[in-house]
């Protein structure tokens, strides 16, 4: 049987064991289309509430989550060769298939040529709606790439976390573990008390994901809905070759790197992620599928030393379908402009968009802001960037929903490649049927 029809059938299982989530996504497309927002807003806004509840309730457990596992993760490694060893091999892996995602966007938007047909589609009035938008992702471009790497590092790790800034969360917390390992006997109670917190919150984790049903329903409705189904017509070229370039990723690329690096058997995996791969759709958020991300990594055989150290890292540095999105939306901009594209541009979009998704959160919209860091490159006005954003914007929640899962799917992979490489993958765990209802 081929690998992506391995890979269907593990997902397929996955949905099986996780029918009410997948209910509720296909129930939140149903009413999404037939209920749109402009025709009945108090419905959106009901929908828009119960979403953002289910949203707020797991980001609530995000941080003190992240924060612990890094903690347990780095001081559970140990001595700092191990911590090299598994770092560097984890920013190998990554940066594999970074690459390879920006390479393969390359490819498909240089095919289909997307933004060829949306030539002509660009009315100015669409493009008022959004200035405000766009004021502000300039705002970001002016800064300069100096500037944005300098604001990674905390001046202030205190109000870095009550602003929720991830990146510069992981920062200091990285170097402060690394600090605690350092520290020897002295910071076992402080470890300890960690400990505590991340097993209180993956136990709240649990307890959340009761209400994933209702809360994917109500943020895939509410999507759905904002969209409105019209607007696909007008750039569904966009749309297709991002979620193609997307699908290569997901069917072709994961599949491939695991083969090559790992005996880790792809369906298995991918059955046993299915849950947060749903739930990574609906939210649109790798930071807010993070709990669920590491319980179904972890109850499936991943160690936790391991899933604590690569997985917080991932879902705010590893953005491969953030990648693949920009590249195809910078390539759609040129093309509707009628930009030349050389192939020392193509270099170039292609290093910013490995820069800009890696400094984008895992947060809904995230990509759309830092994309301002390659179209900076790329020469248009500001004019100009107003009437592309436009149309982008207006599939933007749609798009996202896609992306987002390569984003959770590709921290998995890389997490089980890990373990498998360390002897720290747990095989009867992963394969075992009975344990799947748990998972
Ligand atoms: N929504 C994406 C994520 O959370 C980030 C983005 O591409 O906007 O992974």
């Known amino acids: 049987m081929g690998i992506h029809m391995q890979v269907i059938i593990a ?15 296909l129930l939140g497309i149903i009413v999404g289309c037939f209920l749109p927002k402009v025709d009945y807003p108090t419905v959106y806004n009901v929908l828009s509430f119960v979403g953002t509840a289910f949203i707020n309730t797991i980001q609530m457990v995000v941080l003190p989550l992240v924060v612990s596992a890094i903690i347990i993760g780095i001081s559970n490694i140990g001595d700092s060769k191990q911590l090299t060893k598994l770092g560097s091999k984890m920013i190998f892996y990554y940066a594999i298939i970074t690459v390879l995602a920006v390479i393969i966007a390359i490819a498909v938007a240089m095919i289909m040529q997307p933004g060829l047909s949306a030539k002509g589609l660009i009315t100015h009035d669409v493009a008022a709606s959004v200035q405000g938008y766009v004021t502000s992702a300039l705002e970001y471009q002016k800064d300069n790439m100096v500037q944005i790497f300098l604001d990674l590092i905390p001046k202030n790790p205190f109000e870095a976390l009550s602003t929720g800034k991830m990146i510069p969360i992981i920062i200091f917390t990285t170097v402060f573990a690394v600090a605690l390992s350092k520290a020897g006997d002295i910071s076992r109670p402080l470890v300890s008390i960690f400990e505590s917190i991340f097993a209180a919150t993956m136990k ?26 019209g607007v696909f017509n007008n750039i569904s070229k966009y749309i297709i070759a991002v979620i193609l370039a997307l699908a290569i990723q997901f069917f072709a690329v994961y599949p491939l790197i695991m083969k090559i690096f790992s ?14 791969i749903m739930v990574a759709f609906g939210t649109a958020s790798s930071s807010a599928t993070l709990p669920l991300t590491i ?138 049927e009975v344990q799947k209802g748990n998972a």
């Not at 990509?367 to 599939?395: C, D, H, K, R, Y």
């Open 263 to 276: 005996k880790v058997p792809v369906g298995k995996l991918y059955s046993a992620i299915t849950e947060a």
């Open 11 to 25: 997902l397929l299982l996955g949905i099986k064991r996780n029918g009410h989530i997948f209910i509720g996504l």
């Open 204 to 229: 709240i984790t649990d307890w959340i994901m009761y209400l994933a049903a209702p809360g994917v329903f109500a943020l895939t409705a509410c999507a759905v809905s904002t969209c409105g189904v």
């Open 295 to 432: 319980t179904c990594c972890e109850k499936r055989g991943i160690s936790n030393r391991v899933c604590s150290f690569v997985l917080p890292l991932g879902a705010t540095l590893n953005m491969d379908g953030t990648a693949i999105m920009q590249v195809v939306a910078v390539l759609f901009m040129c093309q509707m402009y009628g930009i030349e594209v050389s192939l020392l541009l193509i270099a170039e979009i292609a290093f910013l968009a490995i820069v800009a998704s890696s400094t984008s959160a895992g947060i809904p919209g995230a990509g759309m802001i830092t994309i301002a860091l390659i179209l900076n490159g790329v020469g248009l006005t500001p004019e100009q960037l107003v009437l592309g954003f436009s149309l982008l914007f207006a599939v933007e929640r749609f798009v996202d929903m896609f992306r987002t899962i390569c984003n959770v799917t590709s921290d998995c992979v890389v997490a089980a490649m890990i373990a498998d490489n360390e002897n720290e993958l747990n095989y009867e765990l992963l394969c075992n």
